[in-house]
């Protein structure tokens, strides 16, 4: 285990807001996988200074590979796809005001490429992603004129200021070395270059309903961020921030009935039998979910191109 403080005081100064619940035993190994990481956490900390809330100590970095080397490929559930590339056209809208040009686009952590062939049909010439997994980078390579790596970011060479876009949907929260990862971002972008992150919103309505069941709570987070510590991150990285609001998500109302948290499976089932009986159970709605998105550039003029 590796202890590790806030990236943007750059210290570990703080209290602990929950207190660890993974245990010894249910660590990953080589040997075989964790036991349901989706449903513990560890030790959770919140910043005296900015009041970013962070995991520490966590996995060392051979444990966290291990980790994500063990996780399996989640497909999108069935009649659902339009509604998840809905979703990622939501995202993209976020940051289509803010690009200069459309030449090369990257897309970190890019799953099957939805993001990818909505940045191609909006006039990308060039879209580049990376997908360590091998079931999503396959689906991911699919898309037309695509680059697909499946090295992690940190070992994938690319020449300086390349990008003209770089999106990072749901990653900035997994990482260990954040502040390192958004600073070689911001020199792979060329000047006045966009960069969008999408993550979950720590002071979100789900969070205060849920407290420590918050679903990001969990051993694949490492980092747990508000509108404001989500500025602050990027600008401490040296990107001028442009935007950062609440962002929307389309799921069907039998989808979102599903993943409803504290519902109890009685009030679930009744609640299907009504959506079915009006026709209403296919019906998409988009929604804020407790995801907050930024958008960032580069500056146009920097002393060293980094």
Partial sequence: MRNIGCPICRKDEGRTIYRQTLTPDAMPTAAGPMH???????????CSGCRLRYSSPIFDEAGVRDLYAQAAHTNVRSGEE?????????????????LARRDRMLDIGCDTGMLLDVARRDGFREVFGIEPN???AAQAAAVPGSSISRAFYEATVYPPEHFDLITLIHVVDHLVDVNDFLVRV???????????????????????????RFPPYNVYHHYF?????????????????????????????GFLLDKAPLLP??????????????????????LPLGNIGIVARKPAATGSGQ
């Fill in 36 to 46: 349901d990481p989706e449903h513990v956490h560890y030790r959770i900390r919140e």
């Fill in 186 to 212: 911001r020199g792979h972008l060329r000047r006045g270059g966009a960069v969008l992150a999408v993550v979950h919103n720590v002071e979100s309505l789900l969070e205060r309903l849920l407290g420590e």
């Fill in 225 to 253: 961020l508000s509108k404001r510590t989500l500025r602050l991150l990027f600008e401490r990285a040296g990107f001028d921030v442009a935007v950062v609001r609440t962002t929307y998500n389309r799921y069907s109302t």
């Fill in 265 to 286: 499976p009685i009030l679930r089932r009744l609640g299907h039998g009504v959506l079915r009986t009006l026709g209403a159970d296919t019906l998409p709605l988009s």
């Fill in 134 to 136: 091998p079931v999503a």
């Fill in 82 to 98: 339009g509604n998840v590339k809905r979703t990622f056209e939501l995202y993209y809208e976020l940051i289509r005001p803010h």
